[in-house]
């Protein structure tokens, strides 16, 4: 079963960067559709962003649209969220998972299989 590992949160300052990565090792990425979630305290499960296979455009929430970006490198099979322009509200928990199938639409619903144990951002000054 594949097994999803997020790596990169941390403590960030109001305006800040981090880059989130997420890897499964010893499985290929190439037909899975790859998405970030992110879950604050005492809140619900939130998509933040998705993409596609075969070089699909990402696809965002609102909330982060401009400032946050997805993107994947399937030589490698990894993928990346780029968080910048970071604030208070963005401190959570961010997932990664997958759903297997090769298509370059996306969803950023809850229908994905595969998820990873998450791992913390908090933005604080």
């Known amino acids: 079963q594949l097994q999803l590992v997020e790596s990169g949160g941390g403590l960030a300052q109001p305006g800040g960067s981090l880059r989130l990565s997420c890897t499964a090792p010893?499985?290929?990425?190439?037909?899975?559709?790859l998405a970030w979630f992110r879950q604050a305290p005492g809140k619900g499960r939130e998509g933040v962003g998705c993409i596609g296979t075969d070089d699909a455009t990402p696809v965002y929430a609102d909330s982060v649209k401009g400032r946050f970006s997805i993107s994947r490198d399937d030589a490698e099979d990894i993928v990346y969220l780029q968080m910048n322009d970071l604030t208070p509200e963005d401190t959570a928990v961010y997932y990664c998972?997958?759903?297997?199938?090769?298509?370059?639409?996306?969803?950023?619903?809850?229908?994905?299989?595969?998820w990873g144990r998450g791992t913390q951002v908090t933005v604080s000054s």
């Open positions: 010893g499985y290929n990425l190439d037909y899975y559709r």
């Open positions: 998972a997958g759903l297997f199938g090769r298509l370059r639409e996306c969803p950023l619903s809850r229908e994905y299989r595969e």
